[in-house]
């Protein structure tokens, strides 16, 4: 915490802290800042391949912002303090994001070693399990934050900021047809918790299986044990696909011996599960695929507002007008609360349509497709990890929001894969 490295380690190991001071996803913005000026004391800059597709991303990102006033056909809602809001906290984690890449990118080995990196992610995989058994075990806790004291009420009582600010341990869905905690803590919601937990996994696999001792090893086989709990009552099948893709993807690179130890490994997890309490739970919830149709009214509503704004988008979302059962839902002067989720909050891809349009969405999309075709042949863990992750982030844009936390986690994962080929240089 002395060293030059200090703010990448108060972003990972001290996240837990920043969720419970209120900044949690927000803890990113606030670290960028240091690492703005850190890296301004040491010019001239290395640079990763695709940063000028993310600057074009950030620069569309800003164009977008004069569409803030306009609502396409079939949504409502009128310009606004939170939706100023909304885009400017998305504008600052786009770039503070990208500072963080560069910041990673510019620490030597000397000063954050790759390895003492994929630990420090580790940990908090770690601190993401114990989050999840909170949320199982005790989905009520929730408290009120030291920074949702301090700010205004106009500004606290945006739904969209009390998510980010409010720390709780579950979030409540009728996934299964009933209310049912689902665990999000320490995150900004339970898809978050999702999304980030598989990413954090690979690392923590890598940083103390593959390269841990005896001791490490046992440590990582009783974590995995207890992650299996709240990953079931999750009841996220974008996570439970994600996990069952990652598998395959390492049958399929590694070789040799490690390839049948992990086949070995991965029957007796398959048939311990098989005979746990928690299988029932899945079948439960692959038996209530009750949201396909919302996303389905969600997706289609997003690509057809889009189409009146292809190129730049709306700068934020826009709530449509009526649901997947009616056309007649929907905010009113009798009834203000009623409405629909906003657009683009089925997952990243349909986020940056509805945001910066078709334009938009390309540049992210070649963004980590980039990231893999560069990295494909580095057959090393780190290597190996890092295209994993890529894709996974490829399979999420679907069906997950990459804003707060994930995509953090995607950039710190991509700030990996250029340090290991400089390394491997």
């Given at each position: 915490?002395?060293?030059?490295a200090?703010?990448?380690?108060?972003l990972?190991?001290?996240?837990?802290?920043?969720?419970?001071?209120?900044?949690?996803?927000?803890?990113?913005?606030?670290?960028?800042?240091?690492?703005?000026?850190?890296?301004?004391?040491?010019?001239?800059?290395?640079v990763?391949?695709?940063?000028?597709?993310?600057?074009?991303?950030?620069?569309?990102?800003?164009?977008?912002?004069?569409?803030?006033?306009?609502?396409?056909?079939?949504?409502?809602g009128?310009?606004?303090a939170?939706?100023?809001?909304?885009?400017?906290?998305?504008?600052?984690?786009?770039?503070?994001v990208?500072?963080m890449?560069l910041?990673?990118?510019?620490?030597?080995?000397?000063?954050?070693?790759?390895?003492?990196?994929?630990?420090?992610?580790?940990?908090?995989?770690?601190?993401?399990?114990?989050g999840?058994?909170?949320?199982?075990?005790?989905?009520?806790?929730?408290?009120?934050?030291?920074?949702?004291?301090?700010?205004?009420?106009?500004?606290?009582?945006n739904?969209?900021?009390?998510?980010?600010?409010?720390?709780?341990?579950?979030?409540?869905?009728?996934?299964?047809g009933?209310?049912?905690?689902?665990?999000?803590?320490p995150?900004?919601?339970?898809?978050?918790?999702?999304?980030n937990a598989?990413?954090?996994?690979?690392?923590?696999?890598?940083?103390?299986?593959?390269?841990?001792?005896?001791r490490?090893?046992?440590?990582?086989?009783?974590?995995?044990?207890?992650?299996?709990i709240?990953v079931?009552?999750?009841?996220?099948?974008?996570?439970w696909?994600?996990?069952?893709?990652?598998?395959?993807?390492?049958?399929?690179?590694?070789r040799?011996?490690?390839?049948?130890?992990?086949?070995?490994a991965?029957?007796?997890?398959?048939?311990?599960?098989?005979l746990?309490?928690?299988?029932?739970?899945?079948?439960?919830r692959?038996?209530?695929?009750?949201?396909n149709?919302?996303?389905?009214?969600?997706?289609s509503?997003?690509?057809?507002?889009?189409?009146?704004?292809?190129?730049?988008?709306?700068?934020?979302t826009?709530?449509?007008?009526?649901?997947?059962?009616?056309?007649?839902?929907?905010?009113?002067?009798?009834?203000?609360?009623?409405?629909?989720?906003?657009?683009?909050?089925?997952?990243?891809?349909?986020?940056?349509?509805?945001?910066?349009?078709?334009?938009g969405?390309?540049?992210?999309?070649?963004?980590?497709?980039g990231?893999?075709?560069r990295?494909?042949?580095?057959?090393?863990?780190?290597?190996?990890?890092?295209?994993?992750?890529m894709?996974?982030?490829?399979?999420?844009?679907?069906?997950?929001?990459g804003?707060?936390?994930?995509?953090?986690?995607?950039?710190?994962?991509?700030?990996?894969?250029?340090?290991?080929?400089?390394?491997?240089?």
């Open positions: 915490m002395t060293g030059p200090w703010p990448i380690a108060a990972l190991v001290g996240y837990p802290v920043w969720w419970a001071l209120g900044f949690g996803g927000l803890s990113v913005i606030v670290l960028a800042v240091p690492m703005a000026v850190l890296l301004w004391r040491r010019r001239p800059l290395k990763p391949p695709g940063f000028g597709l993310w600057l074009l991303l950030l620069a569309g990102y800003l164009v977008s912002g004069l569409m803030l006033a306009e609502s396409p056909p079939g949504t409502y009128e310009l606004g939170g939706r100023i809001l909304g885009y400017g906290m998305r504008l600052a984690l786009y770039s503070s990208l500072i890449v910041y990673l990118g510019n620490l030597t080995e000397r000063e954050l070693p790759q390895l003492r990196l994929v630990r420090m992610l580790g940990v908090l995989f770690v601190s993401t399990v114990a999840g058994l909170l949320g199982v075990f005790f989905p009520g806790f929730a408290f009120t934050s030291p920074v949702e004291l301090l700010l205004p009420d106009w500004i606290s009582g739904s969209f900021v009390q998510n980010l600010i409010h720390p709780t341990a579950a979030q409540t869905q009728k996934v299964l009933f209310a049912s905690p689902r665990p999000e803590a995150y900004e919601w339970a898809n978050a918790w999702g999304s598989s990413v954090l996994l690979v690392w923590f696999v890598v940083g103390w299986w593959v390269y841990g001792g005896t490490h090893r046992l440590l990582v086989a009783a974590v995995l044990a207890l992650a299996a709240p079931v009552y999750s009841l996220n099948r974008g996570l696909i994600g996990l069952g893709l990652a598998v395959l993807y390492v049958i399929v690179r590694v040799g011996r490690t390839r049948a130890a992990l086949c070995g991965l029957a007796a997890g398959a048939l311990a599960f098989a746990s309490p928690l299988a029932p739970l899945v079948a439960q692959l038996d209530k695929p009750h949201s149709d919302i996303r389905a009214f969600t997706v509503a997003t690509l057809t507002a889009a189409g009146h704004s292809p190129v730049i988008g709306y700068g934020n826009r709530n449509a007008t009526g649901n997947h059962r009616t056309i007649t839902t929907g905010k009113t002067d009798w009834c203000d609360t009623c409405g629909h989720p906003p657009l683009g909050s089925d997952g990243q891809l349909w986020l940056l349509i509805i945001t910066q349009g078709f334009t969405a390309a540049l992210y999309v070649a963004f980590f497709v990231a893999i075709l990295h494909r042949r580095d057959r090393s863990p780190v290597g190996l990890a890092g295209v994993l992750v894709g996974l982030v490829l399979l999420y844009m679907f069906v997950y929001d804003l707060v936390t994930p995509l953090t986690l995607y950039l710190v994962s991509f700030a990996l894969l250029w340090r290991n080929q400089r390394e491997g240089a």
